[in-house]
């Protein structure tokens, strides 16, 4: 399968060259990397039980978001915090109710601690500065007890399935 003008072996290098970069980092750098880069291949499957027919999107492909920042009412640093969500994707929601496309933000980590719970939840709020609903997600391998429960104090969707036990 091609990616653009990548391949998969090309990918593969890009992550062998990445991975080469990070040996001299801890190995959970190493496990985090891989993590992330991989997440995208089953992406609909991470937020399956949330919405359906989904696909990424980037922050500009919501005219709300160019529209405010052509007209100032984005600022740089709101600009930048949209920009730095993990994956931006949108699809229709389950259950009754209307079936408009929702946007969810999501913030990926090998194990969720309390500041990715925080990083997507003001980055995400920024998109309110332009008018623009974007609903705010986590998702990795495990999850803190404490982050989890920072993410029903700020309205944080939960993707993860594991609650990482306490050391």
Do not use: H, K, S, T
């Given at each position: 399968m091609a990616y653009g003008w990548y391949d998969r072996g090309?990918?593969?290098?890009?992550?062998?060259?990445?991975?080469?970069?990070?040996?001299?980092?801890?190995?959970?750098?190493?496990?985090?990397?891989?993590?992330?880069s991989r997440y995208l291949d089953r992406l609909p499957a991470h937020v399956c039980l949330h919405l359906h027919h989904v696909h990424q999107i980037v922050p500009d492909d919501l005219p709300v978001v160019a529209e405010a920042y052509d007209s100032g009412r984005l600022t740089q640093r709101h600009w930048d915090e949209i920009h730095d969500i993990d994956y931006l994707v949108a699809g229709l929601p389950f259950g009754p109710g209307p079936k408009d496309e929702v946007v969810m933000g999501i913030q990926v980590a090998l194990r969720v601690d309390v500041g990715t719970v925080e990083d997507i939840a003001r980055r995400?709020?920024?998109f309110a500065a332009c008018g623009a609903k974007v609903i705010a997600a986590v998702?990795?391998?495990?999850?803190?007890p404490d982050a989890e429960q920072r993410a029903v104090e700020l309205g944080v969707t939960v993707l993860v399935r594991k609650v990482q036990p306490a050391a």
């Open positions: 090309m990918l593969l290098r890009d992550w062998e060259i990445n991975a080469l970069d990070l040996l001299g980092e801890p190995l959970d750098d190493l496990q985090e990397f891989f993590f992330v995400v709020a920024c998702d990795g391998r495990y999850i803190n």
